[in-house]
C-alpha cells in the first residue's frame, strides 16, 4: 500500500520536479535515485492530494514544520536569517538559539551554506546535501554516564548545565532556563523561589548564542 500511494504522489507531481525556473526550487533531493528539484508549490502544501506521502526518496520533502497557528513552513526555511512567517516564529525558535558553527548546503531553502541548529545534528534526517549533519564529528559535551551529552557549537562552548531531578528530561541549557516551559519538572519551582532572592547571592551568566543575560541563584539547591 505505502508503494502504491508513493507511486501515486510521483505520478501526480512529476510536473513539479526539475523546475527550469530556479525561483520556483524549493529542495533537491533524489526521487526514484535520481537527483532532481521539487518546485515550491508541493512543499508543505496539498497541492497533489490527500494521498500525498512524498516526492522525495528520503521523504525530506514532508519535513513541515507547524510554528504558530498562522504559519507552517519547511525545516530548511528556519533558522536561515531570513523571516518567512510574519509573526517570526521561523526565527525566534528556541532551535535557532543553539546552531552549529560550520555551515552545509542546506537540500531545501537558501541556495546558499547555513549554519544548522545542532538539534538537526544525527537526527537520522540528512539535512544537508552531502550529509555532513549525521556524521559524528561535530564537536560535543558532556557523557553518557550523567546523560549530558549533547552537540555544542564549538570545542571552547562547553557550559555548565542545569540537571533535572524529575521526569524524562535529564539536563536543559541556563538558556532555556526560567523560560515559562517547565522542562525539568523542577524548573518553574526553582524560578519562582529564585525571583525573591536578592542581589548578593545571584551570579550572572552568559548563555545563548545571542549573549543573552541571566541571574543564576548558583545557592539554589539542584544548581
Not at 525556473?21 to 518546485?39: H, M
Not at 546558499?112 to 544525527?122: A, F, K, M, Q
Request: charged share 20%.
Amino acid at each position: 500500500k505505502q508503494w502504491y500511494q508513493r507511486r501515486v504522489a510521483i505520478t501526480a507531481g512529476i510536473d513539479q520536479t526539475n523546475c527550469s525556473d530556479t525561483a520556483k526550487v524549493g529542495l533537491t533531493c533524489r526521487i526514484n535515485g535520481a537527483l532532481s528539484t521539487v518546485s515550491n508549490n508541493v512543499i508543505c502544501n496539498t497541492y497533489i492530494s490527500q494521498n500525498y506521502t512524498s516526492l522525495c526518496d528520503d521523504a525530506i520533502d514532508t519535513q513541515c514544520q507547524a510554528l504558530s497557528p498562522s504559519c507552517t513552513v519547511h525545516k530548511h526555511l528556519m533558522c536561515d536569517n531570513e523571516t518567512n512567517c510574519e509573526d517570526r516564529s521561523d526565527e525566534d525558535n528556541s532551535i535557532c538559539e543553539s546552531m552549529t558553527e560550520a555551515t552545509c548546503l542546506r537540500k531545501g531553502g537558501r541556495r546558499v551554506n547555513l549554519t544548522i541548529p545542532l538539534s538537526w545534528l544525527s537526527d537520522g534526517i540528512e539535512d544537508c546535501m552531502d550529509g555532513i549533519d549525521e556524521k559524528g564529528t561535530w564537536p560535543s559535551c558532556g557523557s553518557n554516564a550523567n546523560e549530558t551529552w549533547r552537540y555544542v557549537t564549538n570545542s571552547t562552548s562547553c557550559e555548565d548545565v542545569f540537571l533535572c531531578w524529575h521526569g524524562a528530561t535529564k539536563f536543559i541549557e541556563f538558556h532555556e532556563l526560567c523560560d515559562g516551559f517547565d522542562s525539568c519538572g523542577n524548573e518553574n519551582m526553582v524560578c519562582q523561589k529564585a525571583g525573591h532572592r536578592t542581589a548578593e547571592v545571584v551570579t550572572t551568566a552568559l548563555v545563548g548564542t545571542h549573549g543573552s543575560e541571566k541571574l543564576i541563584f548558583y545557592c539554589l539547591k539542584g544548581l
